[in-house]
């Protein structure tokens, strides 16, 4: 497991502790992260740069999920998967460093662990259709014969800025 992923994995584990627990205190949640990234810095500021960027945009997230989720309610959803699609969804949406494909495989190695056997395939169906969605919705209006830009390096305007790029050259697998 890469450095990053493991970023990911505590995001993941924060994300659904929040929303099973809105009342845990920051300090409790920085605690958590500090301690299962060894206190990494870098690592550390890239696991809560994910977690205030899906908290952020959460209300678009979810409504791009319902969108791209058809006949699934988001409230219907596992609460585990939820998360991950929302993970998933916010690093395809507004971490434009980030290749949509590596966002999706990083969603998709995240459901096989913590989640159901169908859930990957579940995951997969609706980040896949988020990001035909997006490819879409940038293609220049009124130019039928033109095609979007290639999802990994497509990006969405946003304040949000994750720190660091995926492809780090210091990244070396863990555990």
């Known amino acids: 497991m890469t450095r990053r992923s493991r970023g990911r994995e505590v995001a993941l584990q924060v994300l659904y502790q ?3 627990n809105a009342h845990v205190p920051i300090p409790e949640v920085r605690q958590f992260i500090q301690r299962r990234l060894l206190a990494d810095r870098k690592l ?3 696991t809560e740069g994910l977690i205030a960027g899906v908290k952020e945009h959460q209300a678009r997230i979810d409504a791009l999920i319902s969108e791209a989720a058809d006949n699934w309610r988001l409230d219907r959803m596992a609460a585990i998967d939820r998360n991950i699609l929302r ?5 395809i949406m507004f971490c434009p460093e980030v290749p949509a494909r590596v966002a999706i495989n990083e969603a998709l ?9 169908q859930s990957s395939r579940f995951v997969n169906g609706i980040l896949d ?8 919705s940038a293609q220049p ?3 039928p014969d ?13 304040d949000a800025n994750p720190p660091d ?4 050259p210091d990244e070396t697998p863990s555990e």
Do not use: N
């Open 109 to 117: 190695e995240l459901a096989k662990r913590y989640s159901t056997a």
């Open 44 to 46: 550390c500021e890239f």
């Open 87 to 91: 993970l998933g969804a916010y690093e």
């Open 146 to 158: 033109s095609t979007p830009a290639d999802p990994g390096t497509e990006s969405i305007p946003t």
């Open 18 to 20: 929040v929303e099973q």
């Open 129 to 136: 259709r988020l990001l035909q969605l997006r490819m879409t």
């Open 165 to 168: 790029t995926e492809a780090s």
């Open 141 to 143: 209006a009124g130019d």
